[in-house]
């Protein structure tokens, strides 16, 4: 199962941008040259990321043409009763979205695959 080996790449970036926050979710794009099968993926994300901050975390997967693999997004836990800092407002437990949309999503580095 490859998936184990690209996986473990994938949570290294995932903690990168999680910056120590919670996450509940990731979405990612993989190229179909990679021969991910998602139900393979999603188990060894969970058995990857047990114990880290990504530890339950839902994966969404977006397969497109060729050799991609990059983190498009993930999803972080607030925590209850924080302030948003584009509105002030307190937030509630709810989802925020990290994102490098500069970039288009962080790369997954070739040694990990």
């Given at each position: 199962?490859?998936?184990?080996?690209?996986?473990?790449?994938?949570?290294?970036?995932?903690?990168?941008?999680?910056?120590?926050?919670?996450?509940?979710?990731?979405?990612?794009?993989?190229?179909?040259?990679?021969?991910?099968?998602?139900?393979?993926?999603?188990?060894?994300?969970?058995?990857?990321?047990?114990g880290?901050?990504?530890?339950?975390?839902?994966?969404e997967?977006?397969?497109?043409?060729g050799?991609?693999?990059?983190?498009?997004?993930?999803?972080?836990?607030?925590?209850?009763?924080?302030?948003a800092?584009?509105?002030?407002?307190?937030?509630?437990?709810?989802?925020?979205?990290?994102?490098?949309?500069?970039?288009?999503?962080?790369?997954?580095?070739?040694?990990?695959?």
């Open positions: 199962m490859h998936e184990v080996g690209l996986c473990e790449g994938i949570l290294r970036a995932v903690e990168d941008r999680a910056a120590g926050r919670r996450v509940t979710g990731l979405t990612l794009r993989i190229g179909e040259l990679h021969a991910v099968v998602e139900p393979a993926l999603a188990q060894s994300f969970e058995l990857v990321a047990a880290s901050v990504a530890e339950g975390a839902e994966v997967l977006r397969t497109v043409p050799d991609e693999l990059t983190l498009v997004s993930i999803r972080v836990a607030r925590e209850a009763g924080a302030v800092p584009d509105t002030g407002l307190v937030a509630p437990d709810a989802d925020a979205i990290a994102r490098d949309e500069g970039a288009g999503g962080d790369r997954v580095p070739r040694d990990s695959r």
